[in-house]
């Protein structure tokens, strides 16, 4: 077969409750919507981990993060360790990255042969969590509860122009492989950084929520002494009692929330327009790295294993898929081997070691995915935290908090901890003995810890004298673009033009 085209629409923070099959219909989003048309869609995906750097490598390598060790938002992705874009690139493919992928570490290609904007996240080892000290909150780079209190209309911002400079630069690198300078199959990854907080949102879009019914929670603040104990670290970790977080709030961090899901949709038709207008084939994969708990139970942004935070959503439109709503539970550490099985591209050398399973099985009905597991081991954690999604079922397990148990069919906001109700005592006992053939949550607490250990004294000697950063620097040939004295003219204009004229 003919390798396709593949350009995969990564967002950042999207809630995948707003995806019940496809956008929500009250969503002011016509282009998701008619890419929703064409995909299936994957009504019930989860992120391996709901932290943007571990559930990024984990999307990339098709490994949870106590394999990729990508614990937390400062830790170093092994360049050893193969992606979708390593796989797509050696079976011949032009791998190219514009926008976020939150890469930790010297290596800030992860086997993309270009990339195109830098980040926008340091990758260095400064936002390291240390459990050695449970409770500390490091100011500068936890998040904490101003990201509502401050929420409102904003024609631009750090994430407005960051966003912008990376529709910019793939829309461009998109008519350049529209003219065929490369006849390989290409893989663009196009990465954004919206809907993620702060919730700042241009007027354009913030107008279109004015009337919404959806501005505050289905599923209100819980007093902090009801919280279960990992939400209250949460809360702990975003200094909620510096705050006074009134009704108004919530409704302008929602609206300019739903006001960004907007703003990427605008984005996301202008590359559907430009495949159209270029006549080119592509596979699209839409997908969140997580999601966002938007005020549910009181909780704001991720790290929790809740339906706002780890649920994402998915959609994959490609030839010879039949558009669909998928409601088994899948991951997005099923990215890659997916992404390899479309492209029909062997991975038969690690697919011994790797936890993620093609999709295409599933979609034709010819396989059953299993349960879904995500881990979880940053800020907010002071021991990891483990989970599975299994059919109706929800099961979260951490060596520091009594287990949980929800029954998702019949309690979608999981506001009742079934784990000691003994009519699911059958469904308890499943879920706890596949968790412990899963994992050993003592090494992975030892493992973790050694990991922190080792980043802060490296980051500490690191920033100790002359410093030389590892964010990725693009850059450009200037001499090799536009017109310049080594070129001929009419070769240049009759190149550059699509399409090509007589």
């Known amino acids: 077969m003919t390798p396709p085209n593949i350009l995969i629409l990564m967002v950042d923070q999207l809630n995948g409750t707003l995806f019940p099959d496809g956008p929500a219909d009250w969503l002011h989003t016509p282009n998701l919507k008619r890419l929703a048309e064409r995909s299936v869609r994957f009504a019930n995906c989860y992120t391996a981990s709901p932290l943007c750097a571990p559930g990024r ?31 797509l690139r050696r079976a011949g493919y032009h791998t190219c990255l514009s926008g976020k992928m939150h890469f930790v570490g010297p290596d800030q290609m992860h086997g993309f042969e270009e990339r195109l904007t830098t980040d926008i996240y340091p990758a260095d080892f400064g936002w390291t969590p240390d459990y050695r000290k449970p409770g500390e909150r490091i100011d500068w780079w936890y998040h904490n509860m ?33 003219r065929r300078r490369d006849p390989r199959p290409w893989c663009l990854t196009v990465s954004f950084t919206h809907p993620h907080d702060p919730y700042l949102a241009r007027r354009k879009f913030w107008d279109l929520y004015e009337d919404c019914d959806h501005l505050l929670p289905e599923f209100g603040a819980i007093p902090y002494e009801d919280q279960d104990p990992h939400s209250q670290r949460i809360f702990d970790a975003n200094d909620w009692r510096s705050f006074d977080i009134t009704e108004a709030h919530i409704r302008d961090a929602r609206r300019a929330y739903l006001a960004n899901v907007s703003y990427l949709d605008e984005k996301v038709g202008q590359f559907l327009d430009i495949l159209e207008a270029t006549h080119q084939e592509a596979a699209i994969l839409f997908v969140s790295d997580h999601g966002d708990m938007l005020g549910e139970r009181g909780l704001w942004f991720k790290m929790t294993f809740y339906e706002g935070s780890s649920r994402v959503p998915m959609m994959l439109a490609a ?30 050398e690690v697919a011994p070691w790797t936890a993620g ?59 009742v901890n079934l784990a000691c109700d003994p009519a699911h005592a059958e469904a308890l006992s499943g879920l706890r003995a596949d968790a412990d053939a899963r994992w050993d949550l003592d090494r992975f607490d030892a493992d973790v810890r050694k990991s922190q250990a080792r980043r802060w004294v490296v980051y500490e000697a690191l920033r100790n004298g002359a410093y030389f950063p590892w964010d990725y620097q693009p850059l450009q040939q200037a001499s090799d673009r536009f017109m310049r004295n080594h070129m001929d003219l009419n070769e240049v204009e009759d190149r550059q033009r699509y399409p090509r004229g007589e």
Request: a negative charge; charged letters at 25%.
């Open 57 to 87: 490598a984990s999307f990339m390598s098709g490994e949870l993060p106590s394999v990729t060790g990508v614990y937390d938002n400062a830790a170093e992705f092994p360049s050893d360790l193969p992606t979708y874009a390593h796989h």
């Open 357 to 415: 399973k093609s999709l295409l099985p599933v979609v034709d009905g010819s396989a059953q995915r299993g349960a879904v597991p995500m881990e979880y081991a940053a800020e907010a954690s002071y021991a990891p935290l483990v989970g599975l999604r299994d059919g109706r079922y929800k099961y979260v397990r951490c060596a520091l908090d009594p287990e949980q148990l929800f029954d998702l069919e019949a309690d979608p906001h999981e506001r």
């Open 319 to 348: 030839p010879g898929l039949e558009p669909q709503r998928i409601d088994q539970p899948v991951s997005t550490i099923d990215v890659c081997p997916s992404l390899c099985d479309l492209a029909g591209v062997s991975m038969d």
């Open 146 to 178: 101003g990201s509502v209190t401050g929420a409102g209309v904003a024609e631009i911002s750090n994430q407005m122009e960051y966003d912008d400079e990376v529709a910019h630069c793939a829309i461009r690198k998109l008519y350049d492989l529209a």
